[in-house]
C-alpha cells in the first residue's frame, strides 16, 4: 500500500479483556515500530522490528504486552489483560531499515478505550 | 538518545516565517536531527532532518549550527493548516535506533 495501515482504527474493550492491534507497514520497509500516545502526551516508544526480530523490547510497560512481525511485514501488538491505563492511542512507523539516516512513517494510530 | 529542548508553545501570524527552535546540547557526532508534526488526532508526519548541513525541501528550512548543538526549523509561510504539535528529536545510529519523541511545541498559527 501507499502508506502505513494499521487496525481497527478504534477499539473499546472492557477491563481484564485482550486485544489485538494490528500494523501494515509501506511495502520494502524493513524497520517497525510501535508507540503509544496518551491523551495530551507526546509518543512513548513501545518496541521496534528489524526484520523479524525484536532487538529492544525496554519501551514495553508491562509483560502484559508483547509484540511480534511475521513475514518482515504485519505485525500485532497484543495487550493481554487490559487495563484503564492502557487506554492511548498506539501508533505504528515503518522505515526503510533501522539507522540514524532513516526516516519513519507513521500510522493513523489504533484509539484504544479501556472501560 | 540526546535530549532535547523546546519551547512548549509558540504562535505565528497566517503568512509569516515561523521560526522553532531546539536544543540538542548533548548531541554527539552521528546522531541525526530530525523534525515531526502532529496535526491533532493524526499519527507524526515527517518533515525535515539533517546531520551537519542546513536543509531544505518543500515543506521547511533546517539550522543546525556549526557546534550542532542546536537547530531551528523554519516554516517560511505558515499557513493556518501549520498549526500542530513540532517534535525536534535526534536518533543515535547505533544501538536502539528508537526515536524518542519529548513533549514538542505546539505551534499555533492564527490569522
Known amino acids: 500500500g501507499a502508506g502505513v495501515s494499521q487496525s481497527p482504527s478504534n477499539k473499546v474493550t472492557e477491563k481484564g479483556k485482550d486485544v489485538e492491534l494490528r500494523c501494515d507497514p509501506i511495502s520494502g520497509h524493513t524497520a517497525l515500530y510501535w508507540y503509544r500516545q496518551s491523551l495530551g502526551q507526546g509518543l512513548e516508544f513501545l518496541i521496534y522490528f528489524q526484520g523479524n526480530s525484536a532487538p529492544d523490547k525496554s519501551g514495553l510497560p508491562s509483560d502484559r504486552f508483547s509484540a511480534e512481525r511475521t513475514g518482515g511485514s504485519v505485525s500485532t501488538l497484543t495487550i493481554q489483560r487490559t487495563q484503564q491505563e492502557d487506554s492511548a492511542v498506539y501508533l505504528c512507523?515503518?522505515?526503510?531499515?533501522?539507522?540514524?539516516?532513516?526516516?519513519?512513517?507513521f500510522g493513523p494510530g489504533t484509539r484504544l478505550t479501556v472501560l | 538518545d540526546a535530549k532535547t529542548t523546546q519551547p512548549p508553545s509558540m504562535d505565528c501570524a497566517e503568512g509569516r516565517a515561523a521560526n522553532l527552535p531546539c536544543n540538542h546540547s548533548?548531541?554527539?557526532?552521528?546522531?541525526?536531527v530530525y523534525w515531526y508534526r502532529q496535526i491533532h488526532s493524526q499519527g507524526p508526519q515527517y518533515i525535515i532532518h539533517?546531520?551537519?548541513n542546513n536543509e531544505t525541501n518543500e515543506m521547511a528550512s533546517l539550522i543546525i549550527t556549526e557546534d550542532r548543538k542546536s537547530s531551528t526549523l523554519i516554516l517560511p509561510h505558515a499557513t493556518l493548516r501549520d498549526t500542530a504539535v513540532y517534535y525536534c528529536?535526534?536518533?543515535?545510529?547505533?544501538?536502539?535506533?528508537?526515536?524518542?519523541f519529548g513533549a514538542g511545541t505546539r505551534l499555533f498559527v492564527k490569522a
Open positions: 528529536i535526534v536518533r543515535e545510529d547505533t544501538g536502539g535506533f528508537k526515536t524518542i
Open positions: 539533517g546531520l551537519k
Open positions: 548533548t548531541i554527539s557526532g552521528n546522531e541525526y
Open positions: 512507523a515503518s522505515s526503510l531499515v533501522a539507522g540514524g539516516g532513516d526516516t519513519q512513517y
